[in-house]
């Protein structure tokens, strides 16, 4: 199965941007992901799924200033603009093997 | 618009049941794999069971594995979750979500994956004496 590996943190100035990452573990770097905001109490919200080519395909609603991309086994979510409500949990999930899996979620902190 | 409602959390007891229900509408239920996924206090998002379309393949995370099962009424636009001889470490908010399918292919090969296009609000369970 795979694990996805990411951040426990990360931290941005409001207005700036940030890259989170999503590592897929050897042997899956090919693997299509999905990316998740969880606000603090909150349900999670779906924002895009992501191909390991970069093509995404981003959830209704959700603003362009949240965007995808792709290399090797590494999956990226960049937030353009940060804004207050941006701080949150944010997960990447994938699939194989009748097997559903979420990396441990980055918590993002706009200062 | 899309949505699904969970319930039939609550307090029980160790070794207890409790069945959850979730609540499908906006879109044609039966065209989809349907996920309960968990959050235990202050952790991260656990999947626990999936089902297919037509309730031919349901799959559960080893943990859960002979305590919980997964259903599903498409008459009825619905989810369900019964869950047996529950422990302290089953507390949690579950969630009901919705699974989209990409078919992608290569080298004349069809590849199916599947991600979670829509959540639920969730229902909280609390598994304590």
């Known amino acids: 199965q795979p694990v996805l590996t990411q951040s426990s943190s990360a931290s941005a100035s409001l207005g700036s941007s940030v890259k989170l990452t999503c590592t897929l573990s050897?042997?899956?770097?090919?693997?299509?992901i999905a990316w998740h905001q969880q606000q603090p109490g909150k349900a999670p919200r779906y924002l895009m799924k992501l191909e390991g080519s970069g093509s995404n395909n981003k959830g209704s609603g959700v603003p362009d200033r949240f965007s995808g991309s792709s290399s090797g086994a590494d999956r990226y979510l960049t937030i353009s603009n940060l804004q207050s409500e941006d701080e949150a949990d944010y997960y990447c999930e994938t699939w194989d093997s009748n097997t559903r899996v979420f990396g441990g979620g980055t918590k993002l902190t706009v200062l | 618009e899309v949505q699904l409602v969970e319930s039939g959390g609550g307090l029980v007891q160790p070794g207890g049941s409790l069945r959850l229900s979730c609540a499908a509408s906006g879109f044609t239920f039966n065209n989809y794999w349907m996920s309960w996924v968990r959050q235990a206090p202050g952790k991260g998002l656990e999947w626990v069971a999936n089902i297919k379309q037509d309730g031919s393949e349901k799959y559960y995370v080893d943990s859960v594995k002979g305590r919980f099962t997964i259903s599903r009424d498409n008459a009825k636009s619905s989810l369900y979750l019964q869950m047996s001889s529950l422990r302290a470490e089953d507390t949690a908010v579950y969630y009901c979500a919705r699974e989209a399918t990409l078919v992608t292919t290569a080298g004349g090969y069809y590849f199916y994956y599947y991600y979670i296009d829509v959540w639920g609000k969730g229902t909280t369970v609390t598994v304590s004496s």
């Open positions: 050897s042997g899956y770097s090919s693997y299509i």
